[in-house]
């Protein structure tokens, strides 16, 4: 959740410190600091609570501290109240203040996790006449290098090594020894790190936009591992100090994908890329009419064995997951079920040897989802990964991966994200019932010619966007709306209703729509507002039913329904359509008004859209 940034090369380092961590605003923060070495001088520390421009103005822009090589972080608080003193970077001297300023500690670093026996750990080190001066879990992981850094003669990977095994929890360490100028020291295990090479430099982050301006080399260090960062080099150790060899990866986005380029936020920008990101994913398998699984590693015979399917994942990816829960049984009559991750590995689920395991991540570092998946690889389950960065934890450890082809997503609010991983579970629900011989050839031919249909179908939405927008204005200040559905619509519902709340902070709920008179009618006053989704041809009556129900309890209705049905008009105050599309596949379309929604209803309340309260993108902590 929190973002690092390093870099050690000729240029001076806090600039390009800046830079990076302003790309990784979107992942939440609280505080931001930086430590930068000029030459063999100590380190100078500066820390700043709030946005990143407090730390910006604090160091002018970067250019108040000289030195080519340097560590930077913006922190979200975990142990200890968001300040300046709990800020990183934290050191190893034992400060009377908050480490800021010039520091003669041997050794000052960053860190991404969470500690979990740093109790323990703290209570050794006071043994061995430490003190602190903060109330983090960081300055614990600090301390405890700089013990073993002086226990092992002054030997790094000794030191980082030690440390890694002592340490429980989640951790990527960025650390600066004194007496190794010009080098940065990493290690990771479960929270996300990168690592690029270019022109003589080296740069570190816990996410691809951050260096993405500077180079597309980058390598992606595995669990438990350490590595030496010095100008254009990297070297890679592990736990018993061998050096290891990790094979570069070519990033395939373009820098200007990670910047707003011209729009008012991210989250609009990333609403108007969806036909791309949509389009892109399905050409990724779709070839020649027929949708092709060969790269993603799954063979006919393998799919015919599935027995059942489970789908793992949190938030919006759940929400993706129980769209697709539909289409495949739908499709493909294998049993499905969807599980947040947070809970399924809690549980001990009954697994079958032929089952699936399917986890969805947009970072492919999501705590709960990785821990989710590696459960399944212990118990010998086959698994695969709906994920959007290359070379992410869970691509790497999943038995086969389908990337969405997405880009890079920087509003903490997911849109194209979302729908690139739809896409990606419809081909497989399709794929999957042509094989197993649940679908003709006739139906699977109209359902890809329908899925080819989706990027098309989204962008007649967006053209014809400014009526939300003008509902949006008068619904701004309302305080609770209700999503309500059946079956996809449902689904949509759920995706809908988070979207509203963690942009608008608008209390708002999605209920099965048959599931109103089993008490949430309650909760309906004079003008409430009520959001009925109408895609679903065989649930349609029933849904418009409910929701006539709560317009005589005095609900303002909005309907959102495909074109010709026109009719709803005479149930609802508001009605915006979708084009027509197999309803098996609606959910890519139903979704696209409703993320509008939410949108335009944020920036009418003077909202921070891209980055909203007490929010990060990628949840890489339990």
């Known amino acids: 959740m929190c973002g690092i940034v390093g870099f050690t090369g000729t240029h001076q380092a806090a600039p390009i410190l800046l830079d990076g961590l302003s790309k990784l605003e979107y992942r939440g923060y609280d505080s931001a600091g930086l430590a930068v070495r000029d030459g063999e001088k100590a380190a100078e520390v500066v820390k700043a609570v709030g946005r990143l421009k407090n730390l910006a103005e604090k160091t002018d822009d970067g250019k108040a501290l000289p030195g080519t090589c340097g560590i ?4 979200w608080a975990t142990h200890g109240e968001p ?6 970077p934290h050191v190893s001297g034992n ?20 500690i979990e026996n740093y109790k323990e750990l703290k209570q050794k080190l ?20 700089d013990y073993y850094y002086k226990k092992y003669l002054h030997d ?20 600066m020894f004194a007496d190794h100028p010009g080098e940065i020291w990493v290690a990771r295990k479960d929270s996300p790190m990168i690592i690029g090479v270019a022109d003589g430099e080296t740069y570190i982050a816990s996410d691809v936009p951050a260096i993405l301006k500077y180079t597309r080399t980058v390598y992606y260090i595995d669990n438990l591992q350490c590595a030496k960062i010095t100008p254009g080099e990297v070297h890679f150790y592990d736990l018993n100090g061998d050096e290891v060899t990790i094979e570069p990866t070519e990033i395939k986005w373009d820098a200007e994908a990670a910047e707003k380029g011209g729009y008012e936020h991210f989250m609009i920008k990333e609403i108007h890329e969806q036909p791309k990101a949509v389009g892109d994913t399905l050409n990724s398998v779709i070839k020649d009419g027929k949708i092709d699984l060969t790269e993603i590693g799954l063979s006919d015979d393998q799919i015919k064995e599935i027995s059942s399917i489970t789908m793992v994942a949190c938030g919006s990816a759940w929400h993706v997951g129980m769209a697709c829960q539909y289409v495949i049984e739908d499709l493909t009559r294998i049993p499905v079920r969807v599980e947040l991750a947070s809970e399924f590995r809690y549980r001990r689920p009954i697994l079958d040897p032929k089952q699936l395991v399917i986890v969805i991540s947009q970072s492919g570092e999501t705590a709960d989802t990785l821990e989710a998946l590696r459960l399944a690889k212990r118990s010998n389950i086959k698994t695969l990964a709906i994920v959007n960065v290359v070379g992410s934890s869970i691509a790497r450890e999943a038995d086969n991966v389908f990337y969405t082809l997405a880009g890079p997503e920087i509003a903490v609010a997911t849109t194209k994200a979302y729908s690139a991983q739809l896409a990606a579970g419809y081909s497989l629900a399709v794929q999957f019932g042509k094989v197993r011989g649940t679908i003709t050839e006739e139906e699977y031919s109209k359902y890809i010619e329908e899925l080819q249909s989706i990027p098309t179908k989204i962008t007649k939405i967006l053209e014809d966007k400014e009526r939300l927008q003008w509902f949006a204005a008068k619904f701004a200040h309302i305080q609770d ?6 079956g996809i619509d449902y689904a949509v519902g759920l995706e809908g209703s988070l979207k509203m709340k963690e942009i608008s902070y608008i209390h708002s709920e999605a209920y099965a729509a048959g599931e109103l008179k089993h008490g949430t009618i309650s909760l309906i006053e004079n003008n409430t507002l009520v959001i009925g989704i109408l895609t679903q041809n065989e649930l349609y009556e029933k849904t418009v039913s409910n929701m006539v129900e709560c317009k005589a309890r005095g609900a303002y209705l909005m309907g959102l329904a495909s074109y010709g049905k026109y009719e709803v008009e005479d149930q609802c105050n508001f009605v915006t359509y979708v084009p027509t599309i197999d309803p098996h596949f609606a959910a890519s379309l139903a979704v696209v008004p409703l993320q509008l929604l939410g949108y335009y209803i944020s920036v ?8 909203p309260r007490n929010l990060a993108k990628s949840v890489t902590v339990e």
């Open 156 to 175: 790094p990977i000794d030191a980082i090594s030690k440390t890694m095994v002592r340490v429980r929890g989640s951790y990527a360490l960025e650390l």
């Open 481 to 486: 709306a209700f999503f309500i559905g059946r």
């Open 72 to 75: 930077g972080h913006t922190r």
């Open 95 to 114: 400060c009377t203040g908050s480490g800021s300023g010039k520091v003669e500690s041997e050794v000052v670093g960053v860190h991404n996790g969470i």
């Open 83 to 88: 300040s300046q003193t709990n800020a990183h």
């Open 604 to 611: 009418a309340r003077g909202l921070d859209v891209d980055k």
């Open 126 to 145: 006071e043994h061995n006449g430490y003190a602190f001066y903060s109330d983090t879990d960081t300055e614990v992981a600090i301390k405890l290098v």
